[in-house]
């Protein structure tokens, strides 16, 4: 399962440039079924997550090759839709490819994608958003059937503003008959993205990235050749790196305005943050005061930083209170910051944490992705070393993170 050994106690100092983000590759990836033209995806982060939905893509007959870090992906010689339940139940974002299948086999099956450790992640949202568009469902046996002989176009006002939902009906619309409307659509900027990859493709949509999307059926998609935007909550992450080690950053391919909740907070706590363009300088301070924060849907603060900021928020003075709005299980990193010297306690879905001036070096494990890294966060600022265990769970969403932090001044080495 592989961990990082760390010695807390540098003061991070250093430049890093962003990778594209992993919630804009994945959908993605599910729409390059949707033409047998050549697409290429620039800049495509080779994260576990990405690397299983490859797998995905390559055990119903699409063909896949990295060159570097572009990868090309052919679907000319599709063989298939049913997808095989190991991967699935590895990846819950292989939930996107039932529209993109829809679109191009006309059918899909797919075991349900399940839980994982931050929530029960129902797909209710996305059903019903696929059988307003004429898809006949089935749930049966654990796994979720698709038939759709003409998608028709229609309009559909989500219960929640899923992300996932919003990206599962943009992709079942593309071809439908006229015109679809999803209002109370996800507004995250990774929807954004994956609209202007599939209008690249010759598709019709308009409003990705607001509340409302429209999309036109046409009868084709072409190839093409895309680089992702940059992933937000890695950008995040390392901002907040530098803040609790007082240390300081130059991020590069990064856009400021998609964490800028995240920067109203930094500042609030200590750091001095300037932008210029696609660039973000933070310089940590030593006096860290304490923040309230709720997570929502995008513009608001996203609940994929939650457990990172927690970390911060564990070593400020003061009392801060963070609620976790979106997902129901998302605070197991909670007693592994505890095994840090951390003082939080849990209050239905807000966390009372009291700053505490130091942590101190402990064993702990990564129970999530996120979670996982708000633990390296914590021992990157504790005295003493800490062991990060299963960081399987990190590696699915950051590339190398050993190897930047150590670029950045962190003592941290990683032993599979
Ligand atoms: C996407 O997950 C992201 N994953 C998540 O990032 C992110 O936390 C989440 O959006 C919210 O921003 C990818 O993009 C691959 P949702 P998704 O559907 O689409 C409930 C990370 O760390 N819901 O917006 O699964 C759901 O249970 C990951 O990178 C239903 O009830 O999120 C949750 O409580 C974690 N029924 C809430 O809505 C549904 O049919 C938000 O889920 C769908 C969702």
Known sequence: MGKFIITGGNRLDGKLCIESAKNAVLPILAGAILTDEQVVIENCPKIKDVLNMVKILSSIGVKTVFEGNTLIIDASGINGYRLDSTLTKELRSSVFMLGALVSRMKKAVLAYPGGCNIGLRPVDIHISALKSLGVKIEEMGGEISCNAENVKGNERCLDFPSVGATENAMLASVF???????????????????????VGMGAKITGGGTDTVRITGVKKLNGTQYKPLCDRIEAGTYLIAAAITGGKIELYNCKAENISSLIHKLRNNSCKIRIKNDIIYLKGGDSKKAFNVETSPYPGFPTDLQAQIMSLAAVSEGTSLITENIFETRFRHVSELNKMGANITIRGKTAIVSGVKKLYGASVYAEDLRGGASLVLGALAAEGMSVINDICHIERGYAQMDLKLSRLGASIKKIE
Do not use: H, Q, S, V
């Not at 015109?179 to 599939?198: C, G, Q, S, V």
């Open 176 to 198: 439908a008959d006229g015109e679809t409307i999803i209002r109370n659509a996800a507004k995250e900027p990774e929807i954004e993205d994956l609209m202007y990859f599939l």
